[in-house]
């Protein structure tokens, strides 16, 4: 959550009055932020009696589908004209607090001969909570840092006020506390020198706190095991669940105060020297170097790029980070819709120990934060190699000024290893090599002590990808002198890191040769007839099932079978393939990133996280005011004790109809789960989670067929000692392409 103090600087607005968007779907730039929010300002002053207001976000309202489509000219429908082009109103939403009485706002704005004009203002109702903003994370450090008790608690395990970090979380679901109070779980830390690695000494109380008030409203101690004489362990306390309010909790967790470890674990090579005279950087790494002698591929005009075939919208949001939309792909001069809109929508952090209040970490990182405003200002040469473009992104803070960052989205191209290759073995045969390259659009964001990086790729083989990596710094809590811990790795001494999962919601708006698709769940079986038989003889007989997914209450939930191989397909059944004579579409290969939720069916997470519970949702898009249907757990996460009205689970078991032939959105669940290892530790490697998006009967062919064959004249034999044949050595032609 460094993002205030990575070098992006506040944005001073130009006025309300602005210029035009160049495309339909253009986030809102800093210009348009600040007068957006003065706009919402002058209105409550002259017609409501808030006096005071704390932005918390401030985004494009995007126009509809349709609509889009119709300004850019892409068809609906396979072999379809584009529709008429309309008039577009830009459109941009703001929540805010009243800073005053401490109720919540969202107010719908339109862009009027150039001013931004209120249309709508609308209270949340009591208990609803818009994301927790940068500023109040921040803030929350500075209030546990500040009270006294807090201070008194940590002089007792050897720890100064001044030494005192916090990170805040949103606080989950504890109905111990009213619904309306905005609450933050303050996990605490020591920092003993400055760029310390903090993590490396956790504290073992949880302050809570009260984000509009500014003050801590009670402090958590969790309980300690112990091994039982008998074998096995147990808990200080009789029970996981949360004890009651008081003003004095610890007694009732039964243990000791419990010390933070000392020993440095810095991941910051002049504290890892500091720290141990003996460490030394590897010096036997030599320089490698991405060099495009011609410049880049891709061409930019604002926020649309264009790359082999390929053309996309890329814009940054708030919340999910990355968002592309109207992805086509130029099919021998015919332009393909494909995807509508693609982006990561949500994801869920549970972790695994019962005992409380630990049960409470389970968060939604772009629900409860956003993914957006965590992001990191990318380094050339660091974040990204080679020849960089980079887009910047704004959001609101709460003072209604925009917040910059100026290189928040990295495109670049890479290699991407052989695409195709055949070698005809025959005397004197002929054989190529094409390279595959990649286009890579990605982003980094910190959200607290953990990393995640958005990558999304796209080949010159028609596949789409999208790669989440995970690194970073495990959550860790204090761990007593030969204390076990059943729900945790032990990664140093007096360092427990906790088991977790890691559950991400992709979403796909596809838009398959148009807007009408469906999705085809394949079953990849073995024949029921037996060795022997004259139906299957040899006993090697194995079929493919297709099934079109038609009711959205019956079929809009889908588990993965890994017994029966398991596939999807996005289609549009009003197009087929000339030769397969199967439906235009394209497959979804998740296998990989699966899992399950491991929380119960009924556990507060998965009441929260309704997606979780399936690997793949199916519902049919309803555009309303306020947009499509974007966020797999709701518009407004934090807080939230059970599954929103406006979450894909609702929407699956209370929709009706068809989501056959459709204008349809599919949430993805893929992830990972954490068993940490001491190999994680002080700095996490890079764990990769992925999706990929297949052509199946889309193409006529292969679509790379005419990417050129590799000869990289800059490739050189390792050592001048190597007899390296750089020729093919039937005809003495280039291998890569003879």
Partial sequence: ????????????????????????LDPLTPDEIGAVTLSVRRYTAEHTDIRAVNFINCTLLPPPKRVVLAALGIPVSPGGKPETP???????????????????????????????????????????????????????EIVVRSDPKVQALAKQVGVEPHQIFADGWAIGWDDRFPKGHRLQQALLFARFSQHDNLYAHPLDFVPV???????????????????????????????????????????????????????????????????????????????????????????????VLEW???????????????VLSTITYNDDGKIRPIFYRLSIAEMAVPYGAPEYPHPRKFAFDSGEYGMGSMANELSLGCDCLGKIHYLPGAYVTHSGAAFVIKNVICIHEEDAGVLWKHSDFRPGGRSRTVRSRRLVVSMVCTVANYEYIWNYYFYQDGNVEVEIRLTGILNVYVAGSDEPTPYGTIVAPGINAQYHQHIFSVRVDPMLDGLQNSVIESEIVGLDAPTGSKENFAGNGFVVKDRVLKSQVEDGARDFNWANEHRWRIANLNKTHYASGKPVSYAIMMKGGVLPLLAKPDSWVARRASFAHKQLWVVRDEEGPEGSRIFPSGKYVPQTREEPKDSVGKWVKEGNGSIENEDIVLFLTLGTTHIPRPEDWPVMPVEHVSVLFKPSSFFTNNPSMDVPGTKDSQSRPAFDTDNVQRTNVANGTACCAN
């Fill in 86 to 140: 309309s008039k577009i109103i830009r459109k941009a939403e703001s929540d805010f607090f009243d800073v005053l009485k401490g109720a919540a706002y969202n107010a719908v704005l339109g862009l009027e001969d150039e001013e931004w004009k209120v249309e709508s203002l609308q209270r949340l109702p009591e208990g609803t909570q818009p994301q927790i903003t940068v500023e109040e994370l921040i803030h929350c």
């Fill in 308 to 322: 082999q075939k390929w053309k996309m919208h890329i814009a940054y949001n708030h919340r999910e980070g990355i």
């Fill in 1 to 24: 959550m460094g993002v205030l103090s990575n070098g992006s600087t506040d944005h001073v607005s130009a006025g309300n009055k602005l210029a035009k968007a160049e495309h339909p």
């Fill in 209 to 303: 706190i009260d984000s509009l008030a500014g003050k801590v409203v009670h402090i958590d101690f969790p309980p300690s095991w112990k091994k039982r004489s008998e074998g096995g362990v147990e808990l200080s306390v009789s029970t996981t669940q949360p004890q009651p309010l008081s003003d004095d909790s610890f007694p009732v967790a039964n243990r000791a105060r419990i010390p933070p470890p000392l020993a440095p674990h810095d991941f910051l090579p002049d504290l890892m020297e500091k720290a141990d005279p003996n460490y030394r950087e590897r010096d036997d790494l030599k320089p490698l170097h991405v060099v495009q002698p011609e410049g880049v591929s891709f061409k930019m005009k604002g926020h």
